[in-house]
């Protein structure tokens, strides 16, 4: 498989924010513990209700799954094994985990939505974390434009993050649909 052609997917979630709700499918044939980390230790158990997107960069990517509205960060779970070299490409649409720069088994709850075609984020080899990749494990199959929406917010730099809401886009939960 090419990192242009899309897999075979295997089940979906939906993200309910005040914006309006986005859909993702998440391929477990190609990210398997990505994918389970995310349905099993945080969808299921409710984990998501009442996080924010803590970062908003317009043309790139929002992030979250692992702030508060009041911007206190969650206790997680264990850290994950990095699945980045699964073929699959940050383009536009794609959801991947969120990860430490300098250590590529270091995600938990954070996750990312790609708005633009990203494949700086793609895997290339396992010499050096940043050449190690982020995990595309899944994509926004509706919803797009509710995610150019929270895009067009208004963000500050903080403490956390260089481009953070200034209002706080709470995700109000995420709920697995099938």
């Not at 990192?3 to 979630?13: Q, S």
């Not at 099993?40 to 803590?54: A, L, Q």
């Not at 938990?108 to 396992?126: A, P, V």
């Not at 050096?128 to 926004?140: A, H, K, L, R």
Request: glycine share 8%.
């Amino acid at each position: 498989m090419g990192k242009n052609e899309p897999p075979t997917m295997r089940g979906a979630a939906t993200i309910t924010t005040a914006k309006g709700e986005i859909t993702l499918e998440l391929y477990a044939q190609y990210a398997p513990v990505t994918v389970n980390n995310f349905l099993t230790d945080y969808v299921k158990r409710g984990f998501y209700s009442g996080t924010v997107f803590h970062y908003v960069a317009p043309g790139s990517m929002v992030l979250g799954g692992g702030y508060t509205a009041e911007m206190e960060l969650k206790s997680t779970r264990a850290e994950i094994t990095c699945e980045a070299d699964n073929g699959l490409s940050n383009r536009r649409g794609t959801v991947a985990m969120a990860r430490r720069s300098d250590f590529a088994h270091s995600a938990n709850s954070q996750f990312f939505i790609n708005l633009s075609d990203n494949d700086f984020f793609d895997y290339e080899n396992r010499e050096t974390p940043e050449q190690f990749g982020y995990c595309v494990f899944g994509e926004v199959v509706e919803g797009l434009e509710v995610l150019d929406e929270i895009a067009q917010v208004k963000v500050a730099k903080t403490e956390i993050s260089e481009s953070q809401p200034v209002k706080p886009v709470v995700i109000e939960s995420i709920e697995l649909v099938k």
